[in-house]
C-alpha cells in the first residue's frame, strides 16, 4: 500500500491537488482513500457532499473514498480519555475535571487528528486489504515537516520522562507510598505512557514505510523556489522522500496580452528554478482552468498532468549513512542528506551519545551508530548537498577494563 502526503505553502492548492491525486488513483483502478480535514475545499473540487467530519467515508467517484477527519471531535475524545487515566493525578494537585461540553479544540488538534486517522486508515487496511493507495491532504509545508518529526521526538521525550525501565518498579509503589506518607504516580501514568508510545511507534511506521512519500505543490513564482528549499532540506533532515513537485496553475504561453506574457514568463522562470532546484523529483506542470477546478469532470483535466503514476516505493534504508576512512584519512564520515540546505543556517552539536542537527527551524536528534560512539567529531562540511560529519577515533572515549 501507498501513502502520498500531499504539501505544499498556503494558497497553492494543496486539496485540490490531493483530491486529483486520489482521483487519478481510482481512474488507474486503484483503491484510494483521500484523508483531509478541509470539508469544504475538498467538496468543492469533488463537487460532492461529503456529509459532517468524523462520519463515514462517502464515495466521491467508482474506487475512490473520501473521509474527512474532525479535529474538534478527536480533542475532545483524546481529552476526554486523559482526563480519566491520569484522574489520581490530578485529584492530588487539586483538579476539577472539566466536562466535554467545555472542551474546545487548542492549536495543533488538526495536525494530531490527521496523524492518528492515518494510522487507523493504515491499520483498517492492513485487517481488510480494501485499500490501495491513502491521499492525504496535509497541513502547509512547514508545519508538516515538523508534524512527520514529532513521533520520533514525542517518543524520545516519554523516554526521558518516563524511562520503560523504571516501571518495573511498579509493585514497589503502593509499600512506597506508605513509607513516604504521600500517594505516588499510579499505575495509570505509566499505562498512558505505554498506550501513547504504542500510538506513536504505530505512526512512525507509517511515515517511515518505504511505499511513503512526499508530494510538493507550490505556485510557479519567485517565492516558490526559496518556500521549497527550506522545507526539501527539512524533509531530508528527517529521511522522507519528495516523489513530485506539483506546478500549479501555469497560465498558457504565447499570450499576446502584455500582463499575461510578463506573468507566464515569470512562472516558466520559476518553473525552471525548480527543476534545477529537484534533480531528484520531476516538476509536474498542471495548468490553470481559469477558475478553480469543481467536480470530478474538471478534476479529470488536471489529473493527467498533476499526479501520472504513482512513485515506486523507495528502499527501506537509513539515508545518513557512515563512510569508513580510516585506512586512507584516520577518519569516519556520517554523510547526512540535507538537499537545500543553507550554511549560514547550519548548526552541530555532540550531546554524549547523540548529536543535534538544525537545518533553518528544523532539528532533529539522532543517536549514534555504535562505531561513531568512541570517536569525536572533528570537523563537518557541507558539500553536494548533504552534510558530511568527520570522527576521529578518540582513546579517551574506549571502555576501560576494571
Known amino acids: 500500500m501507498r501513502t502520498v502526503l500531499v504539501t505544499g505553502p498556503g494558497g497553492a492548492g494543496r486539496t485540490t491537488i490531493a483530491a486529483a491525486t486520489a482521483l487519478a488513483g481510482a481512474r488507474r483502478g486503484e483503491r484510494v482513500l483521500l484523508l483531509t480535514t478541509q470539508s469544504g475545499a475538498a467538496e468543492r473540487a469533488l463537487g460532492t457532499r461529503l456529509g459532517r467530519p468524523g462520519g463515514d467515508p462517502v464515495t466521491a467517484a467508482p474506487g475512490l473514498l473520501v473521509r474527512c477527519v474532525d479535529p474538534a471531535g478527536h480533542f475532545r475524545q483524546e481529552a476526554l480519555a486523559f482526563q480519566e487515566r491520569a484522574a489520581a493525578a490530578l485529584d492530588l494537585l487539586g483538579a476539577a475535571p472539566l466536562d466535554e461540553e467545555e472542551l474546545t479544540e487548542l492549536p495543533g488538534g488538526e495536525e494530531f487528528a490527521l496523524l492518528h486517522a ?16 491513502i491521499v492525504v491532504d496535509m497541513p502547509p509545508a512547514s508545519d508538516t515537516v515538523a508534524l512527520l518529526a514529532l513521533p520520533e521526538q514525542a517518543r524520545r521525550y516519554l523516554r526521558r520522562l518516563l524511562p520503560p525501565e523504571r516501571q518495573a518498579a511498579r509493585a514497589l509503589r503502593p509499600a512506597l507510598a506508605q513509607l513516604a506518607g504521600v500517594q505516588l504516580p499510579t499505575q495509570k501514568l505509566y499505562e498512558a505512557a505505554e498506550r501513547w508510545e ?99 469532470e474538471e478534476l479529470d483535466a488536471l489529473t493527467g498532468a ?86 576521529t577515533p578518540d582513546p579517551d572515549l574506549w571502555p576501560r577494563g576494571h
Open 118 to 133: 492515518l494510522r487507523a486508515a493504515h491499520e483498517a487496511a492492513g485487517e481488510s486489504g480494501g485499500t490501495d493507495t
Open 198 to 296: 504504542h500510538e506513536l511507534a504505530a505512526v512512525q511506521r507509517v511515515i517511515d514505510h518505504p511505499g511513503t512519500t512526499v508530494r510538493l505543490v507550490a505556485e510557479a513564482g519567485p517565492g516558490a523556489v526559496a518556500d521549497l528549499r527550506a522545507v526539501r532540506s527539512g524533509l531530508a533532515l528527517f529521511g522522507h522522500r519528495t516523489d513530485a513537485v506539483v506546478a500549479n496553475r501555469l497560465l498558457p504561453t504565447g499570450s499576446a496580452d502584455p500582463f499575461l506574457a510578463a506573468l507566464s514568463g515569470q512562472q516558466q522562470s520559476a518553473l525552471k528554478a525548480l527543476r534545477e532546484e529537484f534533480p531528484e523529483a520531476p516538476v509536474v506542470e498542471v495548468p490553470h482552468l481559469g477558475r478553480d477546478p469543481e467536480g470530478t
Open 306 to 391: 498533476a499526479v501520472g503514476e504513482p512513485a515506486e516505493p523507495g528502499a527501506a534504508a537509513d539515508p545518513w549513512t557512515v563512510e569508513d576512512r580510516l585506512a586512507a584519512d584516520g577518519i569516519l564520515v556520517w554523510r547526512v542528506p540535507l538537499p537545500g540546505a543553507d550554511r549560514d543556517g547550519l548548526g552541530l552539536l555532540r550531546r554524549g551519545d547523540e548529536v543535534i542537527v538544525t537545518a533553518g527551524r528544523f532539528r532533529r536528534i539522532r543517536t549514534l551508530p555504535s562505531a561513531l560512539r568512541r570517536c569525536s567529531v572533528s570537523g563537518a562540511g557541507l558539500r553536494d548537498g548533504a552534510l558530511h560529519i568527520r570522527f
